[in-house]
């Protein structure tokens, strides 16, 4: 089994709609991150938390939320989605050493 | 003024040549540094991970740290058609609390 998996893979969605991408860990790891990535462009950090009861902002947080439900389960929502949202989205997991690992990603699109 | 600045390529080598990839970095501050290869389509795999000046090898990886001249470098030696991907750099800093990538350095290895 995977250590870090993220559902759904794909996501077609409207304008206005409110979406949920979830991401899971096996790894035992404290630290969990939201990433989108545009094509030819780098990582971008969204959301970051260092343990269950710590969330923070990255570079490009406006239009997304949060929530880390337990220490394995670190969820992305986009309250209302918009066009330029459209991306492919990385969870990743990491210990105090920040060695990253990252889950297969979601493909989003945003009509 | 980029957290880390990497060449986007690509960078072309022929199979079984040594093949260079550079990362510069803006803040004297930074920690650590990590690279990532980045197949396309597929999820960042964490190659190697460097803390303190020189060195550090791994079969057939080398990372480099300059951390007067601010750089980080990749080499991969005896290249094969295989490393064909998108090397990307990071670093952290303020003990781990900050993680920044660079948009990545595309390799070519041509068999």
Redesign the interface.
Known sequence: DADVTQTPRNRITKTGKRIMLECSQTKGHDRM?W?RQDP????Q?IY?S?DVKDINKGEISDGYSVSRQAQAKFSLSLESAIPNQTALY?CATSA??????????TRLTVL | QKEVEQN?GPLSVPEGAIASLNCTYSDRVSQ?F?WYRQYSG?????IM?IYSNGDKEDGRFTAQLNKASQYVSLLIRDSQPSDSATY?C?V?KYN??K??????TKLNVKP
Not at chain 2, 42 to 46: A, I, M, N, T
Not at chain 2, 99 to 104: A, K, N
């Open positions: 991150y990433y030819g462009l780098g990582l950090l970051y260092f990385f105090r050493d920040n060695e990253q690992f990252f889950g297969p990603g | 986007s650590s990590f597929k999820s960042p795999e964490l991970s990307l990071a952290a781990f609390n993680f920044y990538f660079g948009s990545g």
